[in-house]
Each structure stands twice: as structure tokens, then as C-alpha cells.
């Protein structure tokens, strides 16, 4: 079994700028890369001015291109801190608390925060879930409004729809209301047809077996929750992480940026039995050239 990366194993793996650099050169680009100029391999090294790495031919490879850290003044080595810092909480990183620790601006630590977030939710990707064979588990459907009161005193909060296949993951999204129309083509695209599907007794739901899935209902107002499969345990568990890192950790979250820290949090909880391996997978997970 791995462990998790204590911060002294951080600072030795990662001592300097360069080390990161180094890094994400060898996991872009191989341990042996192949110049794409003069076919030579392995003649790379790199350049003493810039973040860059150059072969012998004189062609260049930067290699922060398309990643999170691509056009920043910020020292790569306090972006590597930041996505630890995202893996060693568990409700989620205050842009206040990047500010603090990396001793960056508040405006600096808002916008490592939102990258970061956005490349854990594409790290995690959305695979459809369930399906009708039998090793496929049962996928929990179901809804929560996220958020509060707004300045008026008036309710504001933003429905997400949340579908997880036990023993499985969770994908999740906003939508505007909850009706067959918003919530249909969601589930179609992200369920595998003929999954068993529990819910809740919302009567959207009734529609699932025109859809042709097996649809079980939980009847909460009857206090039947526990009984059998027909429970939606699983998706309350991502529920609980979703309310502590938005009510807890950032206080309020506006619909339009809600999306990214669901995809930040879908990244924790489906990592959540083995989150020693949520820093290493975010270190592998740079999209190659
Ligand atoms: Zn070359």
C-alpha cells in the first residue's frame, strides 16, 4: 500500500521550479523524448533563462503548454504546493488560505484555485455509469439545491442532479429545474440504458421506465430509507461532501462557477477510499503532446 505524500517528501521531490519543470517534461514527454525537428532522442536540456528545454537542433519544447500552469508568473513550484494542498484536504482549498500560504495575492490564489479545479474535474472525466449486465451496480438518481438565502432574504438556491452507481462514481450537474426536459438528457447521456435505478419519490422520476430502466422508489416520507437496495445512502454521502466543502469551506458559491467545484469534489469522492493517490494521480494526469 502507498502512503500519502507527507510535505517533507513534497519538498524533497520537489525542491525548485525546476524540479516541476523537469517533471512535467518527463510526463509529457517521456523519459526518452523523440525531437519532433531531427528525430534525435534524448538530446533535450534545458534552457538556463526560460522554461523551456531545447535540443540539440535548437527546437524547443515548453513543457507548461496546455497545462493549468501555461502563461503565470507564479513560481511552478507553488502551483505543485497548491494541487497538494487540494489533496490533502477534504473539503476543499479557500482561495484565502492559498493566498495565506503561498503568500501570493488573494486575486492570484482565486485564479490557481479555479485552474486547479477545473483540470481535478477533467482529470476525473464523466464515464457513463451503471448498465443492464450483471456486474453493473445499481445507480442512486437524485437532486439537492445548493446554496442559501440571497441579499433579499429570498430562497437561491441552483438544483444539481446527482447519479452514482454504487461501487462505482458519481457525476453530477446543475440544472434548471427539475422537470423531465432538464433532467432526461442528462441521465441518458451519463446511465447506461437499462440500469436499475433507485430515486426518490419526486414524480420526474416515473418517467425512468419509459426510458426503459428498472426504477425501485424510496419512499423517504414513509421512513423506509434503509430497507434493502432500495436506498440512496450513496448519493447522500456525495451530498454531505458537496454541502461541507461549499457551505463549509467557501460559505457561498455562485451558479455560474458551481460547476467546477462539482467537478473538484467528484474528484475527491470517487478517489475518497484512496486519497494517497489523489496528489500522484493529478502529477500523471497532464494531457501528452
Ligand atoms: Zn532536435
Redesign the pocket.
Known amino acids: 500500500m502507498s502512503k500519502a505524500m507527507t510535505i517533507t517528501e513534497f519538498f524533497k521531490q520537489f525542491p525548485d521550479d525546476d524540479a516541476c519543470l523537469d517533471h512535467l517534461f518527463k510526463v509529457r514527454y517521456g523519459k526518452e523524448p523523440v ?1 519532433p ?2 528525430g ?1 532522442i534524448d ?1 533535450f536540456h534545458k534552457l538556463s533563462k526560460m522554461p523551456a528545454y531545447t ?3 535548437g ?1 524547443h519544447i515548453h513543457p507548461m503548454v496546455d497545462t493549468p500552469f501555461h502563461r503565470t508568473r507564479t513560481p511552478l513550484q507553488k502551483w505543485f504546493f497548491a494541487m497538494f494542498m487540494f489533496t490533502t484536504t477534504r473539503n476543499g482549498v479557500a482561495a484565502k488560505e492559498i493566498q495565506r500560504q503561498m503568500g501570493v495575492t488573494y486575486k492570484t490564489a482565486w485564479r490557481m484555485a479555479r485552474l486547479i479545479r477545473e483540470y481535478m474535474g477533467l482529470v476525473d472525466g464523466d464515464a457513463p455509469i451503471g448498465g443492464s449486465s450483471g456486474g453493473a451496480g445499481i445507480v442512486e438518481i437524485d437532486e439537492v439545491g445548493i446554496g442559501g438565502k440571497d441579499k433579499r432574504g429570498f430562497e437561491d438556491k441552483v438544483s444539481v442532479l446527482g447519479m452514482v452507481e454504487r461501487g462505482g462514481e458519481v457525476v453530477s450537474r446543475v440544472v434548471k429545474r427539475r422537470t423531465v426536459e432538464e433532467m432526461f438528457p442528462i441521465i441518458a447521456k451519463y446511465v447506461r440504458p437499462g440500469s436499475r435505478i433507485v430515486t426518490d419519490e419526486l414524480p420526474t422520476y416515473t418517467h425512468l421506465h419509459r426510458e426503459g430502466y428498472w426504477h425501485a422508489v424510496v419512499n423517504h416520507s414513509a421512513k423506509e430509507y434503509a430497507r434493502g437496495s432500495a436506498h440512496t445512502n450513496t448519493i447522500e454521502s456525495f451530498w454531505a461532501m458537496v454541502k461541507r466543502t461549499i457551505a463549509g469551506t467557501h460559505i457561498w458559491v455562485s451558479e455560474k462557477h458551481l460547476p467546477k467545484y462539482l467537478g473538484e469534489i467528484e474528484f475527491r469522492w470517487n478517489l475518497r477510499r484512496s486519497p494517497e493517490l489523489m496528489f500522484r494521480v493529478l502529477l500523471v494526469s497532464f494531457q501528452r503532446p
Open positions: 525531437c525537428k531531427c534525435q538530446t535540443c540539440n537542433c527546437h
